[in-house]
C-alpha cells in the first residue's frame, strides 16, 4: 500500500489531525497496519462510559469496558482521561415519579465493575457527571451517594483522587457529608490543576461548618477552579483558609448565592489578584463589589439579569491600570435596552483609558424570533456609539441554556 512507503512521522501527524475524530480514527486503523499504533492511542485516550438505558440491561458499558480491558490489557496504558455518565436524557429511569425505588438510582450504586475498572488506569483527568436538567434533582435525591456506595468503589475513586498523576477533576451530582469531605478528595494530589464542582450536595448539615483543619495540608495547587453551586450556599468561604493555596489560579468561575457579604472577593483576594479569567452568575449589579476587578484580570464573563447595569459599572469602577482584554455580558429573561443615553454618558468618556481592551461583547439568551432579536441588537448599537465606532462591540444571540451547569462548564 502507499501509506507503508510513507515516513512514520508523516503518519503520526495525520492521525495527529484526526485526534478528536473516532469514526476516522477507525477508518484509518482498519487501512493498514502503519495507522493502528497512533490511531490507538488518540481513539482511547479519553473514554466515556454511559449509564445503561435500562438499569435491568446486561451486559451494561462499564461491563463490556471491563471486558475489553481483560481481553486487551494493553488499552488501560492509553487512557489520560475518563468520564462516568451517572444519567442521561436517554436513561431509561422513571423521571416524572415520586417515590424512590432502584430504577432511580444512579447506575454506578448498584454496579460491581467500575471498582475493577479504575485500578487498571492511571489517569490524568476523571469526571463523574449526571447530564439532566435541575428539576429532576432536587436537594441530591438521586445523585451519587458517597456515603451509600460500595466500600470497593469508593476506595477505587479516592486513589484516583488522591493519585499524583491526576491533573483534573469534575464533579456533577454528587452527595457527600460535608464540605471537609469534598475537599479531603483531593488533599493528597499534588498534581491536581483544575478542579470543577457543581450540583453538589452535604448529608449532614451539622458539619457544614467544620473548617479545614490547620494542620493537615491541602497539597493541591490549583490554575482552575469552578463552583456552580445554588444549594449550600456558602460553599466558597470553605476554599478561604489558610491551609488552601489559591494562589496559583488563573481562572476562576463562579456560579452561587451569596447569603454572606464579602466571600465572593474574600475567594479573589485568596487568590493574590491573581486571576486572569473570571466567570460569574449574579443576579442583580447591585452586589458587584469593585473589588472583584483585580489588576490581573484579563477577562471576564458575567451572567447576569442586570447586563447593561454591570457594564456601566465595568466602566466607571475598574481600575485605571487594566490588562482587561474582553468583557463578555451574557443575559436571559427580559433585558430591555434601557436608558441609552445614561449609558454612553458613562462609558463614552472612560472608554479611552482601557487601551488592552478588544472585545465587548453582549449575548443575548432571549427567547425571541430572529427579527425581533435583530432589532435588538440594533439598539444595543446604537446606545453605545463609543463601543461600535472604535469596533470593540460585538452583540450575538446565545442559545437558551438547556441546563444550567452544562451552560457554566
Not at 109 to 133: F, G, H, N
Request: proline letters at 6%; charged letters at 25%.
Amino acid at each position: 500500500m502507499v501509506c507503508d512507503s510513507l515516513p512514520q512521522e508523516l503518519l503520526d501527524t495525520i492521525l495527529d489531525n484526526l485526534h478528536d475524530d473516532y469514526p476516522s480514527l477507525k477508518s484509518c486503523a482498519l487501512a493498514a497496519r502503519t495507522f493502528v499504533a497512533s490511531a490507538r492511542i488518540h481513539a482511547f485516550r479519553r473514554v466515556e462510559i454511559l449509564p445503561p438505558k435500562d438499569p435491568l440491561s446486561s451486559p451494561n458499558p462499564c461491563q463490556r469496558f471491563h471486558e475489553l480491558l481483560t481481553s486487551s490489557p494493553h488499552i488501560a496504558s492509553l487512557v489520560q482521561e475518563l468520564t462516568i455518565v451517572l444519567v442521561n436524557s436517554e436513561t431509561n429511569y422513571d423521571l416524572e415519579g415520586d417515590s424512590l425505588d432502584d430504577r432511580r438510582v444512579p447506575w454506578v450504586m448498584a454496579d460491581q465493575t467500575l471498582s475493577l475498572v479504575l485500578p487498571q488506569l492511571d489517569l490524568k483527568r476523571i469526571s463523574i457527571t449526571e447530564d439532566l436538567q435541575r428539576r429532576w434533582n432536587p436537594g441530591g435525591r438521586y445523585s451519587m451517594n458517597w456515603d451509600s456506595m460500595d466500600r470497593r468503589l469508593r476506595s477505587a475513586l479516592m486513589n484516583k483522587f488522591s493519585s499524583p498523576r491526576l491533573e483534573a477533576v469534575h464533579l456533577r451530582g454528587i452527595v457527600v457529608e460535608s464540605p471537609r469531605q469534598l475537599l479531603s478528595f483531593f488533599s493528597e494530589a499534588a498534581s491536581l490543576k483544575e478542579i470543577s464542582l457543581s450540583r453538589f450536595f452535604f448529608s449532614k448539615p451539622d458539619n457544614e461548618h467544620e473548617a479545614w483543619p490547620e494542620l493537615q495540608l491541602w497539597r493541591p495547587q490549583l490554575r482552575s477552579l469552578l463552583v456552580y453551586d445554588f444549594q449550600n450556599r456558602e460553599f466558597c468561604r470553605y476554599l478561604v483558609n489558610p491551609q488552601i493555596d489559591l494562589t496559583a489560579v488563573k481562572s476562576l468561575s463562579l456560579a452561587v448565592y451569596w447569603t454572606e457579604a464579602g466571600w465572593r472577593e474574600r475567594l479573589i483576594q485568596a487568590t493574590s489578584a491573581g486571576v486572569e479569567h473570571l466567570r460569574y452568575w449574579s443576579m442583580s449589579a447591585t452586589d458587584c463589589n469593585p473589588e472583584i476587578f483585580c489588576p490581573n484580570l484579563r477577562s471576564v464573563h458575567i451572567f447576569s439579569y442586570s447586563i447593561f447595569e454591570f457594564l456601566c459599572i465595568f466602566f466607571k469602577s475598574y481600575p485605571y491600570d487594566t490588562h482587561l482584554e474582553c468583557i463578555t455580558l451574557e443575559g436571559h429573561g427580559d433585558t430591555p435596552v434601557s436608558g441609552p443615553a445614561e449609558l454612553e454618558a458613562v462609558i463614552g468618556p472612560t472608554v479611552a483609558r482601557f487601551r488592552s481592551l478588544k472585545l465587548v461583547e453582549i449575548r443575548s439568551t432571549l427567547k425571541r424570533s430572529f427579527a425581533q432579536f435583530a432589532e435588538w441588537a440594533a439598539a444595543v448599537r446604537a446606545a453605545l456609539p463609543s463601543l461600535e465606532g472604535r469596533g470593540l462591540l460585538r452583540v450575538t444571540e446565545a442559545p437558551w441554556p438547556h441546563n444550567e451547569a452544562h451552560h457554566w462548564e
